[in-house]
């Protein structure tokens, strides 16, 4: 079946699964609001519930002897300190995500770059781990941004949409493994109502959202699949939604038909995998387009 991935994962898993978080705190209200984002509190105080979210989130991956991929926004180096220090002391991974969560695809070709290079090296030096992975702020990768990665020796990206299963993407810098998202993977769409934000979803309880969860890994078990999270501990890290998820996770667990590993192992995998079964993985040359399509 078409469908179907041919990457076999390790111990006869049937689907990778990696539990990854997004790390923003308040970044976006000082970016979208300059010189009065900080004068705004239903946005700070509503992101800022990220204070207590994410040692929440933290305290349940412990729990559960799970190992998670944090996407952080560098910013919060300075600003949370303990936070991002917590996070690596936890054995997570740290992978990229902007500096303050600046959209790449609204960026100059230098400032970019830029963001890109100061980001990682920012989390390096603050970790002193090597930082291999990057989700792009907003999914808002430009036509620039996989060979900026690849040509910064990053191993993967986790931003893109146009697949279901993990495939490969040649640049004229090199090479990179992309594990794609799903945005109804997100928790935003399902919990987040903050009307000053733009955002107004109904929110809904937590079974409802992991019932939607659960059709995306079900369908992923039929078919050696990929799937991985875009959760954020200022929304699910509320009482009502951690604990829910906590006990969802562990179900997940105790199945032993799903690998659940960090995003830099499963890229390790699908690299390795790639060079000994070769064309077993989707290739795809980056930029898809070199110029503005002509219209009309």
Request: net charge negative; charged share 20%.
């Amino acid at each position: 079946m078409a469908l179907r991935g041919q990457i076999r994962w390790p111990n006869g898993a049937r689907c990778a699964l990696a539990i990854a978080w997004d790390i923003d705190f308040d970044t976006t209200v000082h970016l979208e609001h300059p010189g009065t984002g900080y004068s705004k509190y239903e946005l700070l105080s509503d992101l800022r519930y990220e204070d207590v979210g994410l040692p929440n989130v933290l305290e349940m991956l412990g729990e559960l002897s799970l190992r998670s991929t944090f996407f952080v926004s560098s910013w919060n180096i300075d600003q949370y300190p303990e936070a991002v220090r917590g996070i690596g002391s936890g054995g997570h991974e740290i992978a990229c995500h902007g500096v303050m969560h600046e959209p790449p695809n609204q960026q100059s070709q230098e400032r970019e770059l830029e963001l890109l290079v100061r980001s990682r090296n920012a989390l390096q030096d603050f970790l002193d781990t090597r930082v291999s992975g990057y989700r792009a702020p907003y999914a808002a990768f430009s036509h620039r941004t996989a060979d900026y990665l690849a040509g910064e020796s990053f191993k993967y990206d986790s931003s893109l949409l146009n697949d279901h299963l993990p495939y490969l993407i040649r640049t004229e810098s090199g090479c990179l493994v992309e594990l794609p998202i799903d945005i109804a993977m997100s928790d935003a769409p399902h919990f987040a109502h903050v009307p000053s934000a733009g955002y107004t979803m109904q929110p809904q309880i937590a079974a409802d959202a992991i019932a939607y969860y659960q059709s995306v890994i079900a369908a992923a078990l039929e078919i050696n699949g990929f799937v991985t999270t875009i959760w954020h501990p200022a929304i699910s890290g509320r009482p009502e939604r951690v604990l829910p998820i906590s006990r969802y996770l562990r179900g997940l667990q105790e199945r032993g038909d799903l690998w659940m590993a960090p995003m830099r192992e499963v890229a390790d995998w699908v690299e390795a995998w790639a060079a000994s079964h070769p064309g077993t993985v989707r290739e795809l040359a980056f930029p898809l387009y070199r110029r503005a399509v002509e219209t009309g």
